[in-house]
């Protein structure tokens, strides 16, 4: 099993920005990018990219 990527300060400070209800979906979906992506560590950049992605 792949562990999964880090998570800055930062990125976790605007991941508890996003609504409860759709907190953990969020996060799989930016580890999910973040693999495809092949990064290590999932930046605050990454999350605004998903959000924008996403059209959040």
Do not use: C, Y
């Not at 990454?46 to 959040?56: K, P, T």
């Amino acid at each position: 099993m792949v562990d999964p990527p880090k998570w800055t300060p930062e990125a976790k400070a605007k991941l508890q920005n996003i609504p409860f209800f759709v907190r953990s979906q969020a996060r799989e979906r930016i580890e999910h990018l973040a693999r495809a992506a092949e990064l290590d560590v999932i930046t605050v950049e990454l999350v605004e990219q998903a959000r924008l992605e996403f059209g959040q």
